[in-house]
């Protein structure tokens, strides 16, 4: 049932992506002449109005074909369909189309991690933290989520306690992970070497008050002095308007880094490795679905960023393409070559090829 859920998740994405295409055009007076979820030809259509809806053979997206998309198609058409074409079009018409599809993408991320942040769901802030680190979604709390096997706080903590005062000082989790690192061992730090004095915790259990003494030890890892549990994690509070302000962090940072990543991945091996094909995503995605909802709808918010980023690149046939020889017309005031277009687009087409590929080889190694 979870590959189903993935599967129709990620095929939303794309539908809702055309759909705005679609609506902008129909909006704006073209000629949209098929709306087709998937590729190739299709296998069940039905026709309304002047569009033929359907769907392809080929699971790998989806497309909307707007009459006149190519300038020399025009020449081909009804004088009257010939007006409404895509290339006879006003430049700021074209570009609000081709718009229209990213901004559905965009959206619904930021709708989606506003959502995940409002409602206060852990699973989601933490995943959101995990893709962005330079925000803080979550908060270390003061009671003890989990103790480490073996260490000095196994069988003298539990999970659960809350960490009233430390050393008899009102505790906070900075100053209790403070007081704990200052009780050293006696000479030389060594991996492993056990403090000189135990520090004193005063906990809350069970609605009793206890007093626990534990001796920390030196971490060499971590450069600090340790008892061995973890603090228990809550999502932070926001409300509409920090949640709206955090998720709009949020998807710049994330951005950002994946146009960096996009960048480095022709000089860095160990980035290309990262790339993932759409065998990839998928298992991801089942992956998040499987993890809970929390997972999931952070995983679809960042996947459809990730669509509407890379279908802004500017190169034919992507989005971007379309968009940039638009501001050129408008720039130039005549047309710019069906041949200079698609000379240009071929270097970064050949390029973005070179992701793909090395995205399948990546999920073909990881699954043999």
């Known amino acids: 049932m979870s590959w189903v859920i ?5 095929m939303a994405l794309i539908v809702l992506h055309e759909l705005g295409h679609f609506t902008v055009a129909k909006a704006v007076g073209m000629r949209v002449e098929r709306f087709s979820l998937f590729f190739g ?4 259509k039905v026709q309304r109005g002047e569009t033929v809806y359907g769907i392809g053979v080929i699971p790998l997206g989806g497309y909307v074909k707007i009459s006149g998309m190519n300038p020399e198609e025009i020449n081909d058409l009804h004088p009257d369909l010939a007006r409404r074409a895509y290339y006879a079009q006003a430049p700021w018409k074209r570009i609000v189309v081709i ?6 993408n965009i959206a619904i991320a930021f709708l989606l991690f506003w959502a995940i942040l409002f409602s206060g769901s852990l699973s989601g802030a933490s995943t959101l933290e995990n893709l962005n680190p330079s925000i803080h979604t979550v908060l270390a709390t003061g009671s003890i989520g989990a103790i480490e096997p073996g ?3 196994d069988g003298v903590l539990r999970a659960g306690d809350r960490i009233l005062a430390v050393e008899g000082r009102p505790a906070t989790v900075e100053s209790t992970r403070k007081t ?3 009780h050293r061992c006696s000479g030389t730090l060594t991996g492993g070497c056990r403090a000189a004095t135990p520090v004193r915790l005063t906990v809350r259990r069970a609605g009793r008050t206890l007093t626990l003494s534990v001796f920390p030890r030196y971490d060499k890892a971590e450069g600090r002095m340790l008892v061995g549990f973890a603090f228990g994690v809550a999502a932070r509070s926001y409300g509409v308007l920090s949640g709206a302000g955090t998720a709009l962090r949020e998807m710049w940072g994330m951005t950002t880094s994946m146009v960096s990543n996009i960048g480095k991945a022709f000089t860095s091996a160990k980035v290309r490795h990262e790339f993932h094909s759409v065998i990839g995503v998928t298992e991801i995605a089942h992956e998040t679905v499987v993890a809970g909802a929390g997972y999931a709808l952070v995983f679809i918010g960042f996947f459809s960023l990730v669509l509407a980023v890379l279908n802004l690149f500017p190169f034919l046939p992507l989005d971007g393409g379309h968009i940039l020889w638009a501001l050129a017309e408008k720039v130039r005031g005549r047309p710019v070559s069906v041949m200079a277009m698609w000379r240009y687009s071929s270097v970064g087409i050949v390029l973005l090829l070179f992701l793909v590929i090395n995205g399948f080889s990546n999920d073909i190694g990881l699954g043999g």
Do not use: H, Q, W
């Open 151 to 153: 260490r000095a706080a």
């Open 99 to 104: 718009l229209a599809g990213p901004a559905v």
């Open 41 to 44: 030809p299709m296998f069940v």
């Open 6 to 10: 993935t599967f129709l998740a990620v």
């Open 180 to 182: 704990i690192d200052e």
